[in-house]
């Protein structure tokens, strides 16, 4: 783990069953994820991952007023529901397979791309930004 004073990073497989609460800056995770627990992203923190795969099982929802970011090579599927204020993607595949909603999407900005999926509805509340991604998605 290294952390800065806006940031920690996790470059190691992080396992949870309880659950994890990100009240401000960025925690972001590069080496793995499996989770069984609940996860909550209040506002201004940022969950962030960018590399490996996290596998956020059943039991782990995620929720708050703040942002996930997904960038790099990570994938990241989500069993559960994911109700997350705001949702970026610079890279990666998110596969959403729970009832999700996010209240702005941004995909592909830097030109990195991201692909969403998974067999849920995954609905924007309010802007969506699209620029260079891939879904699987009917619009």
């Known amino acids: 783990m290294k952390?800065?004073?806006?940031r920690t990073q996790f470059g190691i497989p992080f396992t949870n069953s309880g659950a994890v609460d990100l009240q401000t800056a960025k925690v972001e995770f590069d080496g793995g994820v499996s989770s069984s627990g609940p996860w909550t992203v209040e506002a201004p923190a940022t969950l962030a991952f960018a590399a490996g795969t996290a596998n956020l099982n059943a039991g782990s929802t995620v929720s708050g007023?703040?942002?996930l970011f997904e960038e790099g090579s990570a994938t990241v599927n989500l069993a559960d529901a994911y109700s997350v204020a705001h949702?970026?993607?610079q890279g990666g595949t998110?596969?959403?397979n729970g009832p999700s909603t996010t209240a702005t999407l941004a995909m592909g900005l830097s030109n990195f791309g991201g692909?969403?999926?998974g067999s849920a509805d995954?609905?924007?509340i309010g802007l969506l930004t699209w620029k260079g991604s891939a879904a699987d998605?009917?619009?």
């Open 65 to 67: 007023d703040g942002t």
């Open 94 to 96: 998110a596969n959403f």
């Open 87 to 89: 949702t970026v993607f």
């Open 115 to 117: 692909t969403l999926g």
């Open 122 to 124: 995954f609905t924007v």
């Open 3 to 6: 952390s800065a004073c806006d």
């Open 137 to 139: 998605r009917r619009f």
